[in-house]
Every structure is written in C-alpha cells, then in structure tokens.
C-alpha cells in the first residue's frame, strides 16, 4: 500500500466498484458516494472535497471548477475526459487523471458484437419474431470475411478490434494522422494518409476516436456516399459501428442514409445527445440497432476501471505523478 503524506475527502458522483472504494478507504480517505446535481456544483457542492471521481455523467465545465476552490485531484473512471474542462482544470491547479486501458476489452467486443449483428439482421429478426413474423427469406446477410474493416483512430481499442476482425478474415483499414506509419505496419494495417481514402475503401467503418473539433461530424453525408458498398465481388452494402464517442457521427445524414439506401446499417452505442430525446427518429429505423452507452459495462471492466482509478487518485493525493495525468500542466 502507497504511504499517503494526507487524508483526502474524495466525491464518487457516478459509481464505483465497491472493491475500489474499498481501496480508497483503507488507504485513509473519506469516500463520499451519491450523484451531485449540476446546480449543486455549481453552488460550490466540492468546496468540501479534495478529488472527485466521475464518469460520463457528472460535467465538470470551467463554471464547475471555477467553484471548487479545495479540489486538487478529479479522477475520470474510464477514457474520455470530453466532460471535463481540462485546461480550466489546469489552470486551478487541479490535476486530472483517467483509466485508459480498464475499458479496452469491453469495447472491442461490443464492437465486433455490433458489427455481427448489423451483417447477419439479428436485432431486426429478433423484433420480427416478436411480432409473431418469421423472415427468413428476408433476413439474408453478408460476411465480415473478405471486406475491408475501416478504423478511424488506431489506439488501444482499434487494434484490439482489428486484431479479431483479422481472425475473421476482414481486411484492415485505418485513418489516424497521429499514428506513427510503424504501428500500423506491425498490426497489419492499411495507414491511408487522408481519411476520404479510407471512406472510399472500406464498406464496413468502425469509429475509434475522441471527439474534439476536428473529429465533430467527421462522418457526414458526403463522406457517407463515398464508401463502394461491395467488395469480393458481394454487394454487401456499407455498414457503420460507434462505441466511441456521439457527435462524431452527423445523426441527422445517417438517418437520411439509411433511408434512401446509402448506408445499409448503422450500429451506435454513444449519441451526440444522451440520454436520447424522446421519440429519436434514428432510434426507430428497421436497419439501426444501438445500445445505451454500455461500452465499458461489463463486471470486468467496471471492477478494473474502479481498481485503476483509484490506484491514480491515491497516487496523485501523495503528492507523485500517476502515469495516466491527461492535463498537460503536471506532466
């Protein structure tokens, strides 16, 4: 167990593992557990903590930070850290940290669910029979084997779904202009150097990166309308999966894909507005299937997300640099 120079007070706002909890206390802090409501942040609610740690749904904005003043440390249990102001964060003083690889698994296998499911109508056939029909004739697929799997962002979780969509047979595709030419060649992909080049290519497009402003709508209609639709000589039609991150995805043009036949079917786990609005229009076309932002939601993951994130608030409170710091301020 790390020697702490302080007993801190953390804030857990969206959950946590208990056994990770239980790793915070026994290192001598105060775990406080329960959601903050944002009008409550904003009047000063972790004026009476020194970390907080959080997932998607508490939003640490800069009007957030600005009103905790006793706060040195904000834990994000997961990857992304779109919910919180880092550079107001840094100017704080505060150091923010995240659990980068806990997740990595989860993902990657509900992408490849996702992608199977979209090639072979599962979700549709399911709510067929529920509807008392049997589509059979109706429900043929297509193959993963022998398309061109298109990965925009190559990190952890690209490669790991490339490394299954390889033993399924698929060709892979990337497009990360921050990627060194060396990693893609040792994984066995295709390093296109434009992303239209990869939209032109692939029939089959999976999203791996963070949302940012050059990434916002990346995948919008023009590009859509790009991708050939066939490949091995099979008209499989074009398909696209985001476990990433919503806003990257212009929803409105995938719908207006989907339906005049662009796009054969779209596989979402994250949305540009979560929770979704009610009656979402995308949500109710035949050829979509998504899932409630459930990526990192396996027993596993959550357990080493929890696990992870606790080791780097505990690090971080002892006054030593955790390996995952985000904010360029303290690295």
Known sequence: MLELSIMARIAVTDGMAPEAVSVLEKAGHEVVQGFIEHSELMAGALNDFDAIIVRSATKLPSEVISQSDNLTVIGRAGVGVDNIDLE??????????????????????????????????????????????????????????????????????????????????????????YLPPKVAKAQGAYLHKKVDSLFKTCTHISIHCNLTEETHHLVNAKRMKMMPGKQSGIECGNHIVNCARGGIIDEDALLSALNDGTIASAALDVFEVEPLPENYALVQHENFHGTPHIGAATKEAQQRVGMDIARAVIEALSGKKPQTIVNSKFL
């Open 88 to 177: 107001a964060a840094g100017t704080a003083g505060i150091m923010v940290v995240n659990a980068p690889n806990a997740s990595t698994q989860s993902v990657v296998e509900l992408t490849i669910a996702h992608l199977l499911s979209s090639l072979r109508h599962v979700p549709k056939a399911d709510r067929g029979l529920r509807e008392g029909k049997w589509q059979k004739k109706e429900m043929k697929g297509t193959e993963l084997s022998g398309k061109c799997l298109g990965l925009i962002g190559f990190g952890r979780i690209a490669q790991g779904v490339a490394k299954v969509a390889t033993s399924l047979g698929m060709e892979i595709h990337t497009y990360d202009p």
